[in-house]
C-alpha cells in the first residue's frame, strides 16, 4: 500500500488549468487594471486610468428622478427588457449620434453593457482563430484582450499626425492577404484616441473609407470619446456618418454621462444587427433595463448638452495644466502629442528610457502610468507612455508632471554617469519610428 509523502506539496495552484478552453491562453490582465491598486492610493498623484470626472453631475437632481422613476415606473424599470435595448433609450441613441453626423434609424441600434461589449460581439461574430485584426499603432489595450480572447491575430497599422495611413493601409492588408491571411476587419478609435491622443482628419477619414471599399473591408469605428472635442466648437464627422455600409459604429454613455451605468450601443448594417442581437440575448438576454431607463429620463429631464460643454470645460483645464507641467518638467528629448480632445497625451521618453522599467521608480516617487507596451502587440512602445488627465484635478496633474519629470531627471542621470548614452532622438511617432512632428 502507497502512503502519501505527508512532506509533499501539490505545485499546481489551478487544479482546472487542463480544463480550459484553449481560447483562454490569449488572455491577461489588463495592464490598466493592475496599476488600480497601486494608483489607486491617495498619496499617488494617477496618470494611468481613463476614469472619467463625473463629480459635477446634477447627483442630487438625479437622485430625485431615480426616485421617481421607481415609484411611478419601477415594475417596468426593473423588470427584464428588449434584448435589443428599450425602444426610448435607441430613440436617444440616435439623437446622440446626430450631433456627429450619424442618420440612424432606432431598429439598427443594438444596446451592449458598455461599448467593451459591443466590440466583444462583433469580434465574435467576425473572427475565427488565427484570423488578422487591422489595429493603429498603438491601440486600445481594452481590445487587445478581446481579439486576444478570440485567438485573433493583431496587426498594427503606422499613425502620423492626421491618424492611421491609408498607403500603410492597403499595403498591409495585400500583404496579409498574399500571405494567405483572412483579414475580417480594421479596428480604430479616429476621436482622440486612446492612448496616442491623435484625431484623424476627415480627408484622411474619406481615404480610410475609400481604402476599406477597394479592398472590400469592414471598419469598426469605436467612438467613446467623439463629443469630448477642447478645441472646437463642432465634432468631427464620424467615419459612420460618411458610409453606413461598410462601418460598424461603437458609442457609450460612460464618458459623456456615467460610466457606472454601463451602456453602450453598436450601430451596424441590417444584416449584421440581426446576428448581433442574437449574440447579445446569448450573453445577456437582455442589456441593463434600469440604466437604459435611468439614461433616458436623463436626457429627458436635464440638459445634457449643456452637462457635456461643462465636461469639455472641465477636461480642458486638465489637458492645458498637463501640457504646461509636461513642457516645464520633461527633460531634452522627451516628447508628447497634444490631443484636441479626449482623456490622454501620449509621451516618448529619450532614447534608451525604458518607461516600463522605470514604471516601479515613478511608483516609488508617488506617481503611476500606463507603459507604452501595453498598448502594442509586437514589442513596440518601450519609451513610450500613456498619460490621462481625466481624473486628477489641475493642481494634482501639475504635481504628477514634476514628480514625474524628476524622476526622468534622476534617470537621465544614472545613464550619463555609468556611460550608457542617452541621445536626443528625433520627433517620433506613435509607432516608434521617425515622423513629422507630431508634439
Not at 481594452?142 to 486576444?148: D, E, L, R, Y
Not at 485573433?152 to 492597403?170: N, S
Not at 456618418?241 to 460598424?248: H, Q
Not at 504646461?324 to 520633461?330: D, N, R
Request: net charge negative.
Amino acid at each position: 500500500m502507497h502512503l502519501p509523502d505527508p512532506l509533499h506539496r501539490d505545485t499546481v495552484l489551478d487544479t482546472y488549468v487542463d480544463h480550459y478552453a484553449e481560447r483562454t491562453h490569449g488572455m491577461s490582465v489588463s495592464a490598466v487594471r493592475a496599476l488600480f491598486s497601486v494608483a489607486n492610493r491617495p498619496e499617488v498623484v494617477s496618470l494611468a486610468g481613463g476614469m472619467p470626472n463625473i463629480a459635477d453631475l446634477p447627483r442630487i437632481e438625479l437622485g430625485a428622478a431615480v426616485d421617481r422613476l421607481i415609484r411611478e415606473n419601477g415594475t417596468q424599470a426593473m423588470q427584464y427588457g428588449s434584448g435589443q435595448g428599450e425602444l426610448v433609450m435607441r430613440e436617444r441613441i440616435c439623437d446622440v449620434m446626430a450631433l456627429e453626423g450619424i442618420r440612424a434609424n432606432p431598429d439598427d441600434v443594438v444596446v451592449t453593457c458598455g461599448s467593451s461589449q459591443g466590440l466583444d460581439l462583433v469580434t465574435r461574430l467576425f473572427c475565427d482563430p488565427g484570423d488578422v485584426v487591422l489595429a493603429e499603432a498603438p491601440t486600445y489595450v481594452g481590445a487587445i484582450g478581446t481579439f486576444n480572447s478570440y485567438q485573433a491575430e493583431i496587426h498594427h497599422v503606422a499613425m502620423d499626425d492626421d491618424g492611421l495611413r491609408p498607403d500603410d493601409l492597403r499595403t498591409a492588408i495585400r500583404t496579409l492577404r498574399a500571405a494567405g491571411k483572412k483579414v475580417k476587419f480594421l479596428y480604430t478609435v479616429p476621436n482622440f484616441q486612446n492612448p496616442s491622443g491623435i484625431t484623424q482628419s476627415l480627408e484622411r477619414r474619406r481615404d480610410l473609407l475609400a481604402v476599406a471599399r477597394e479592398e472590400d473591408l469592414l471598419i469598426v469605428e469605436d467612438n467613446p470619446y467623439g463629443l469630448l472635442q477642447l478645441d472646437a466648437d463642432e465634432p468631427t464627422p464620424a467615419i459612420r456618418s460618411l458610409d453606413g455600409d461598410n462601418v460598424i459604429y461603437l458609442g457609450s454613455f460612460s464618458k459623456t454621462f456615467a460610466p457606472g451605468f454601463r451602456v453602450g450601443w453598436v450601430l451596424a448594417p441590417h444584416a449584421v444587427r440581426e446576428r448581433l442581437l442574437i449574440a447579445q440575448e446569448a450573453a445577456t438576454l437582455c442589456p441593463p433595463v434600469f440604466s437604459q431607463f435611468v439614461i433616458s429620463q436623463y436626457m429627458t429631464d436635464f440638459d445634457w448638452k449643456g452637462q457635456i460643454v461643462a465636461f469639455r470645460d472641465m477636461y480642458r483645464a486638465r489637458r492645458d495644466a498637463m501640457l504646461t507641467g509636461l513642457a516645464e518638467h520633461m527633460p531634452a528629448g522627451t516628447s508628447w502629442t497634444h490631443p484636441r480632445g479626449g482623456f490622454f497625451v501620449w509621451v516618448t521618453l529619450p532614447e534608451g528610457i525604458d518607461a516600463y522599467a522605470l514604471l516601479p521608480r515613478a511608483v516609488t516617487a508617488k506617481v503611476a502610468y500606463v507603459p507604452g507596451t501595453a498598448f502594442f502587440t509586437d514589442g513596440l512602445g518601450s519609451r513610450n507612455m500613456r498619460l490621462s488627465f481625466c481624473f486628477p484635478t489641475a493642481e494634482r496633474i501639475l504635481e504628477g508632471t514634476r514628480r514625474l519629470g524628476e524622476v526622468l531627471h534622476n534617470e537621465l542621470e544614472i545613464h550619463k554617469t555609468f556611460g550608457l548614452g542617452v541621445d536626443v532622438p528625433r520627433h517620433i511617432d506613435a509607432t516608434g519610428a521617425p515622423a513629422p512632428n507630431i508634439s
